[in-house]
């Protein structure tokens, strides 16, 4: 499958890297330019390629920079895609933190159907809910007891299952999420997110989700425990297990 992954950082590099891996013919893009991703692209057996050579020809795009980077990318970019291209999101609204408020969202307006909306294109939400240290290292074989899952939000059938079959091929049971509408039920600090559990608590965790109650804890007690347990700088892979666990803790099942 050929697949454009326009951002490099953490989360766009762990995932380049895993579908290079399985065979994927992958291509990254950033802001910068071809030449400025062309290193790590080289380093792992990629394409270095700009924006629109991450969207031209290819099957799947997979937008993996900060949330509110969509509106920089230019206005015609996936007029340059194939028709039919999946096109995921796994962006996060963290506002007063990394992100400017948007009224919309804050009026309850679920994060991907902004970006949606920004893009005037149907997408995906996936991988959003799994911190990029366990997409890069916590991926197992299909069929492992203890195997991870991440859910998988949109309203096109074909698109959601070739979605759900790239999260496979990186090490992790896919669960649907429903629809893009209802993929508020996967954004941060609700019961689903960044909790590294498996298919079964992954879906209760979506059932059990109440609309409004994760951005009360996002912007209070996740804010000041999760600033505390980087107050030192840590290395993430050092704090991993902490984050889970504070994730857990604060909306548990």
Not at 106 to 124: H, K, N, R, T, Y
Not at 164 to 190: A, H, I, Y
Request: aromatic share 8%; net charge neutral.
């Amino acid at each position: 499958m050929k697949i454009g992954v326009i951002g490099i950082g953490e989360m766009g590099g762990a995932m380049a890297r895993r579908w290079n891996e399985k065979g994927h013919s992958v291509r990254v893009a950033n802001s910068r330019g071809a030449e400025a991703v062309k290193q790590f692209a080289d380093a792992i057996g990629a394409e270095a390629a700009d924006v629109y050579g991450a969207v031209e020809g290819v099957d799947v795009v997979l937008l993996a920079m900060p949330f509110t980077g969509v509106t920089k990318l230019p206005k015609d970019l996936f007029k340059r895609a194939p028709d039919g291209v999946v096109i995921v999101d796994t962006a996060n609204y963290y506002p007063d933190v990394r992100d400017p408020r948007i009224p919309e969202i804050d009026a309850g307006m679920p994060e991907s159907v902004w970006v949606s909306q920004q893009l005037g294109c149907s997408i995906f939400k996936a991988f959003n809910s799994s911190m990029f240290y366990a997409l890069s290292e916590l991926g197992k074989p299909e069929g492992s007891p203890d195997r991870l899952a991440i859910p998988v939000a949109g309203d096109d059938a074909r698109g959601k299952q070739i979605v759900m079959g790239l999260v496979n091929d990186v090490g992790f049971d896919p669960v649907d999420g429903g629809s893009l509408l209802e993929s508020w039920r996967q954004q941060p600090s609700t019961r689903a997110y960044c909790c590294d559990y498996g298919a079964a608590k992954v879906r209760e965790g979506l059932r059990a989700a109440v609309k409004g109650k994760a951005e009360k804890i996002r912007d209070t007690e996740w804010r000041e425990r999760y600033g505390k347990l980087f107050a030192k700088k840590p290395a993430y892979a050092d704090v991993h297990a902490d984050v889970i666990a504070l994730n857990r803790s604060l909306n548990p099942l």
